[in-house]
Nanobody, 114 residues
Framework: QVQLVESGGGLVQAGGSLRLSCVASGSIYFNLYFMGWYRQAPGKQRELVATISAGGTVRNYTDSVKGRFTISRDNAKKTVYLQMNNLKPEDTGVYCC??????WGQGTQVTVSS
């Protein structure tokens, strides 16, 4: 059974940085799936933040984070990362990762204060 565990969230001031990690356990075929980071702010629907292809060569971002966030992966470590720079209060939310849009982690809280 595949499990995804996120870490790296926390409280940061606007303009600061955080690096989120998502480790997949029990995933034999991790390197065959695209991975995504999603977030959900209080009272809002979950939104897609970034995705990365199985091989790591194709990356996509929602417009609001382009130029500030970078998604990457290490298939040998079965880990996907989200480097978040120049954070804004509107980036606040629970960030979770997904393997192939099928398996989901529990999420990690990111709070950006103004």
């Amino acid at each position: 059974q595949v499990q995804l565990v996120e870490s790296g969230g926390g409280l940061v001031q606007a303009g600061g940085s955080l690096r989120l990690s998502c480790v997949a356990s029990g995933s034999i075929y991790f390197n065959l799936y695209f991975m995504g980071w999603y977030r959900q702010a209080p009272g809002k629907q979950r939104e897609l933040v970034a995705t990365i292809s199985a091989g790591g060569t194709v990356r996509n971002y929602t417009d609001s984070v382009k130029g500030r966030f970078t998604i990457s992966r290490d298939n040998a470590k079965k880990t996907v990362y989200l480097q978040m720079n120049n954070l804004k209060p509107e980036d606040t939310g629970v960030y979770c990762c997904s393997q192939g849009g099928v398996v989901w982690g529990q999420g990690t809280q990111v709070t950006v204060s103004s």
